[in-house]
């Protein structure tokens, strides 16, 4: 157990990563898509929003639609800024992978539970982007798993 909490954090920061190397290309993956995602719900944030993620911002007034498109767009920046430091991990700090694994997933985890909270009316049953989600959630948890799994030396 005390190996596993120093593997997710680990007493110096360093370029050194013990875990299996997938999780470093699943970590590349997760963030080539989330940089280009976040950029996309920046610069098309109607149509993402509309087709990704089925909101109906025709039958939302014009005030409440432009609010739900500024939310939309400062969601993305947020998703943004968590992709950029998990770049930073992995090119520099790579004894941080597991822990940037950790706190992305709980990320993930806590977004899925807001929106069924507070669910909206969506224009079809599951949009796009559910299942995107659904499958970053899957990377996720795999890559945690690797990172934290030992690899074998030669």
Known sequence: ???LLMRLFP???DNDFDGHRAALWLLGLFVALKLAMGVNSILNTASVAAGADGLPLDSFGPAA???VLMLFALVALGQL???AIALIALVRYRAMVP???LVLLGE???RRFIVQVYAVERTEGFPPGWYVNIGLLVLLAIGLVL???PARRR
Do not use: D, H, I, N
């Open 11 to 13: 007493g110096r920061v």
């Open 147 to 149: 990172s934290l799994w």
């Open 108 to 110: 993930q985890l806590v």
């Open 99 to 101: 822990l940037m694994f």
């Open 81 to 83: 800024t968590l992709a």
């Open 65 to 67: 639609a432009r609010a």
């Open 1 to 3: 157990m005390k190996a």
